[in-house]
């Protein structure tokens, strides 16, 4: 942790402030649920980190996205994911939103997170225990400082391509394009 | 300028829209907005002046009598403004409604009236101008029928309990003074016993208190104001009404005199302790009543009362500082309510008679200026610094404080918190939250409503910020009552203990936006989100359903409604049951057959024989 | 001189507010038994918020923070802290009580502009609290305006500093003992936190605030603390000599509002109005009685 070093907050202070500032939207969508409250209490404390659960996308900077992903929950991490400002993080959290994981042939989850919406990183496992999202919030900071989490701006660059891949599994949606001009271009 | 010339064009000019109403509609609309700028400019015309005329020799052995003092003037100007604005706001508001002539006429009439009120100066002028005054209104208030109708009876019916009143204390004092001109009355009440001008006080008390609508006489004006046209709301509500807190300034300043006021009642319970305890009800209860209401219109009525309390509250006190705070007010309350009302107009017009709080919402993106000028009036109505209701109600606080009446304070203070939960309430279902889909094409205002609007909203601020300029009028009406005047400043006041300086809070508070929105600036980049794009949780936003404004203070209104039930109202209703009980027994004589009534004749005849031979009294 | 503090003391309150802020965390977090974040973790946060970009739903919306926080500072001036007050003589505790009207005020225009209905629960539920605590807190400020014959706050402190504070003098105490019962409304905490009530109604008002507009929010925060406890000291503590006196008495206030934050859990809006409409109103009143019959 290099939160104390006064130098590197001098020269590079809006990533530091990212990094130890990570305010993060839960998306629990089945399992992962229980691994979240000892996470943010007394158990392991994730708020010595910075890391606190927001309320609402839109004061959160850390998206993670527990358990597998319905179809009909996608909707909803595709609304939360492009109502938190920039710039933002993701995670997945277990394996099924990596693959599919035990879910990889049903009929009513998708198997590939990272094709709706970009991910910056993973967590493996099914499930992972609550000490790997402090190993993820870790490699998070490494990949900040080093300008490789840049999920956010991938998005803006290929989102006619992710638009396309949210059309195909959801249909038609019901809001408009998040970018106006990337999509028609 | 004569005064005479003036009611001349205020009656005639009543009269003459009517006439040409029925040749052309812009003809008449153009000469209704051409009289009332005259009105206007006549009665500015008559600042500072003193004049005193009779216009009508020998009535009974007495003068009928026109004057001007610095209070009427006041007065006369603030109705002469509102009602011009009033008729340019008609312009739109009326159109394509029926009977149009007949609206302009009588909105003309009651302006001509309410000047007449304020510059006569005997009381039998009083009386008959207050007559006039009183029925056009009827006529206005129940124009739209139906519940309007029923909303004018009930003010028809107490505002005649009042004027009999008022009858009988001008016979008294008649009978007792042999004149009525304001200077012999005022003679003649410095010799009579503490008993009879006790009598005086309530008889004209009742007459002005129903007027003004303070409690226990407001029954009639919640369904009045809601159900009249909206630009007549504005002049009742602005000024018809205040028409009572001149009747009362009258009576205690220059017909009874502040030092008989004061010693009314002085050994016992002071009179003047009574009315600031009435006008403190008058405050708490309608206060809780407007947060209650789901109609923009009652909401504001109920409000008014409110306000009327604290005027009264300020007027009674009787010291130059209460005084001075009771007036501007009086003026302040005009101008925001006036204000108010139009902005509801406004909405009214534009969605087609919606001022249901429940149904509307998210207006502000349709209509910004009227969220603009309904914010600036909000803000005067709960005392916002800057605006000119802080001022008028710092100084009926600090009159509190320093007479030491800390529980009337703390009414007036506690009901300004009352303020601020009905005027958001208000605001907010109106303009804020979720524009429903009907409204998605709603047009801003037109130029005729927000042209009204906009002199108010400027006013409201510009007496909020330079309060000087109407203090140093109202401390000529304090010196012409024999107060000390107060130390005014175009900035506010200068007084021994504690004073008022409206320069500093403006310079601290512009420094403060500047540095706080310069700020803001230098964050990061903005987008702008549409109300679609809000945060429900992931799902998407339901359409006309994700606005929280029904029962918006559900939990406060469970808590407090059984206890607030307008006991006043009912045991008026019940009174007018019985009444309307009583006519229909003594109806049931009429039987419509001759014998019957050969009988009653009979009877009567037989009956004063009986009297006759038992008492001879003839 | 004066220039100087008109400069200086916002920026006091804020550097005081943040470290409030701060230190309430980490002792919340010594309370649950965890380690906590550094005691500058609001500056970390404001710092990110005004880096990432912010959704605007509107003019308003961000007018009304605007105005909100600037009420804010307007508040700060007209406060003494420690034998400092800026604005002592521009209309005294009237226009303090009216001038903070103007932060709750903002932020519903801005929080309503939003058109969430979260956001206008979580204002609904604000207005009526205020209501609530504003009955006996008006209570206390005329019991103590009365008893010490003035309006303007300097005089009061002086009047406390020259005898004894109010806590310590006999009819005032009981209004001091109704302005601890209602402290914890006012600062906006546990049990009275049903405003912003994060995991029912996200945070009410500031649900729809992203970026800078969050960060102004959070200033806000550290703000109206900081007027709350400093005014607490200023009414019924005598105030003090000097800022380094003012702020720990300041502090004991605070760390008394986290002991009762830390112990309860949250009042529904109609079980925290009939509190703050029973015991703290009935004491304020028996307070403000006698010092009226007393004063006499």
């Not at chain 1, 104390?4 to 305010?23: D, E, G, I, R």
């Not at chain 2, 003004?212 to 006489?217: G, R, V």
């Not at chain 3, 700060?76 to 903070?100: A, D, K, N, Q, T």
């Amino acid at each position: 942790m290099d939160r104390n070093q006064l130098t590197k907050w001098f020269k590079a202070p809006t990533k530091m402030a990212h990094k130890y500032s990570l305010h993060a939207v839960y998306f629990c969508t089945g399992c992962g649920v229980i691994e979240i409250p000892p996470t943010i209490t007394a158990r392991w404390d994730a708020e010595r980190f910075g890391v606190i659960p927001a309320a609402t996308p839109r004061h959160a900077n850390l998206f993670l996205i527990t358990g597998y992903v319905s179809v009909k929950t996608l909707r909803a991490v595709i609304r939360t994911y492009e109502q938190m400002p920039e710039p933002k993080f993701t995670v997945g959290f277990g394996s099924c939103p990596i693959n599919g994981g035990m879910y990889w042939d049903s009929y009513n989850t998708i198997n590939q997170l990272d094709k709706y919406i970009p991910i910056d990183g993973w967590i493996a496992g099914c499930m992972p225990r609550p000490e790997a999202i402090f190993v993820a919030v870790t490699h998070l900071w490494t990949l900040i400082d080093k300008d490789m989490a840049d999920g956010y701006k991938r998005y803006r660059k290929h989102y006619a391509q992710y638009r396309a891949n949210q059309e195909q599994v959801l249909g038609e949606l019901e809001w408009p394009p998040l970018f106006q001009s990337e999509r028609e271009g | 300028m004569s005064l005479e010339l003036l009611m001349v064009v205020a009656l005639g000019g009543s009269l003459l829209t009517y006439v040409l109403g029925r040749v052309s509609s812009r003809l008449r609309n153009g000469f209704a907005v051409l009289v009332s700028l005259a009105l206007v400019a006549m009665v500015a015309s008559l600042y500072g002046k003193a004049l005193h005329v009779s216009y009508y020799e020998d009535f009974l052995g007495m003068s009928l009598v026109l004057r001007v003092s610095g209070l009427s003037w006041l007065f006369a100007m603030t109705a002469s403004t509102l009602g011009c604005l009033s008729v340019v706001f008609s312009l739109s508001y009326m159109k394509g409604k029926e009977r149009t002539s007949f609206y302009y006429s009588m909105l003309l009439l009651v302006n001509a009236a309410m000047l007449g009120v304020v510059l006569s100066g005997d009381l039998l002028s009083l009386f008959i101008f207050w007559e006039i005054m009183s029925w056009s209104t009827f006529l206005l208030i129940s124009y739209n029928g139906g519940p309007a109708l029923a909303a004018g009876m009930k003010y028809f019916v107490m505002s005649f309990v009042g004027s009999l009143a008022m009858l009988a204390g001008l016979l008294t004092v008649y009978g007792s003074f042999g004149t009525l001109e304001f200077g012999g009355v005022a003679a003649g009440m410095l010799s009579a016993s503490p008993g009879y001008i006790l009598a005086i006080f309530v008889l004209f008390g009742v007459a002005f208190g129903t007027k003004n609508a303070i409690w226990p006489f407001h029954a009639w004006l919640p369904p009045a104001h809601s159900e009249a046209p909206s630009p007549f709301s504005a002049i009742l509500s602005g000024i018809l009404i205040k028409m009572g807190v001149y009747g009362f300034l009258l009576i205690i300043f220059v017909l009874v005199g502040l030092r008989n006021f004061m010693a009314l009642g002085a050994d016992g319970l002071p009179l003047h302790t009574v009315l600031s305890i009435v006008g403190a009800i008058t405050i708490l209860f309608p206060t809780f009543m407007a947060i209650m209401q789901n109609d923009a219109k009652k909401l504001l009525a109920w409000s008014t009362v409110a306000q009327a309390g604290y005027i009264i509250l300020g007027i009674s006190f009787g010291t130059s500082l209460s005084v001075a705070g009771g007036v501007f007010h009086f003026v302040n309350h005009a101008v925001f309510k006036a204000l108010l009302f139009m902005v509801v107009g406004t909405v009214e017009y534009r969605t087609k008679g919606v001022r249901d709080l429940d149904s509307l919402g998210g207006l502000i993106k349709k209509m910004p200026l009227t969220f603009a000028v309904a914010l600036i009036g909000v803000c005067g109505l709960i005392g916002v610094p800057l605006t000119n209701g802080f001022v008028s109600k710092w100084l009926i606080y600090k009159t509190l404080i320093l007479e030491r009446s800390p529980f009337l304070a703390l009414v007036a203070l506690f009901g300004t918190w009352g303020t601020i939960l009905y005027s958001y309430k208000f605001l907010h279902n109106i303009f804020l939250g979720q524009l429903p889909e009907k409204y998605k094409d709603l047009e801003r205002a037109p130029m005729t409503m927000r042209l009204p609007m906009t002199v108010l909203s400027i006013v409201v601020v510009l007496f909020g910020v330079l309060p000087g300029i109407p203090l140093s009028v109202i401390n000529s009406i304090d010196t012409s009552f024999g107060l000390k005047p107060l130390n005014v400043t175009l900035w506010g006041l200068a007084s021994d203990t504690g004073a008022l300086n409206t320069i500093n809070i403006l310079a601290a508070v512009f420094a403060g936006l500047l540095i706080v929105w310069l700020v803001l600036k230098s964050g990061g980049r903005k987008v702008s989100v549409d109300q679609a794009d809000n945060y429900a949780a992931g799902a998407a936003i339901p359409k006309d359903k994700y606005q929280y404004s029904v029962g918006f203070y559900a939990p406060l209104t469970r808590m407090v409604a059984p206890y607030l039930k307008d006991f006043m109202d009912s045991f008026y209703m019940r009174l007018a049951g019985w009444v309307g009980g009583l006519g229909s027994g003594i109806r049931r004589i009429y039987t419509g057959y001759v014998g019957d009534y050969a009988m009653y004749i009979v009877l009567f005849l037989a009956a004063l024989i009986f009297v006759q031979l038992t008492w001879s009294p003839w | 001189m004066r220039i100087l503090w008109l400069v200086l003391s916002p920026l006091i309150a804020l550097a005081v507010g943040l470290f409030f802020l701060g230190l309430s965390r980490r002792v919340m977090a010594r309370i649950h038994w965890r380690y906590g974040p550094p005691l500058y973790q609001p500056l970390i946060e404001i710092f990110r918020y005004f880096t990432q970009k912010g959704s605007s739903h509107g003019v308003l919306f961000g007018l009304g923070i605007v105005l909100s926080l600037a009420g804010s500072i307007v508040v700060i001036l007209f406060l003494p802290f420690g034998g400092i007050c800026s604005m002592s003589g521009s209309g005294g505790m009237l226009v303090v009580l009216y001038m903070m009207l103007l932060a709750p005020l903002g932020i519903a225009l801005s929080g309503g502009e939003a058109a969430n209905p979260n956001a206008s629960i979580g204002i609904s539920r604000k207005l009526m609290l205020a209501l609530g605590y504003e009955l006996p807190f008006l209570l206390i400020v005329l019991a103590i305006m009365t008893h010490y014959d003035t309006i303007s706050l300097v005089d009061i402190v002086s009047a406390q500093r020259e005898t004894a504070s109010a806590f310590a003098s006999f009819p005032l105490v009981l209004s001091g003992i109704a302005y601890l019962l209602i402290l914890p409304a006012m600062l906006g905490m546990r049990p009275f936190e049903v405003v912003h009530a994060p995991q029912e109604i996200s945070s009410g008002p500031i649900a729809e605030y992203s970026g800078p507009y969050l960060g102004l929010v959070t200033i806000q925060h550290a703000l109206t603390t900081f007027i709350g406890i400093s005014l607490f000291v200023n009414l019924v503590w005598g105030g003090a000599g000097n800022p380094f006196v003012f702020f720990l008495k300041m502090l004991v206030v605070l760390a008394f509002g986290l002991f009762v934050n830390a112990a309860f859990p949250r009042l529904r809006v109609e079980q925290a109005v009939r509190y703050l409409w029973r015991w703290p109103t009935l004491i304020a009143f028996v307070g403000l009685i006698l010092v009226v019959t007393l004063g006499r």
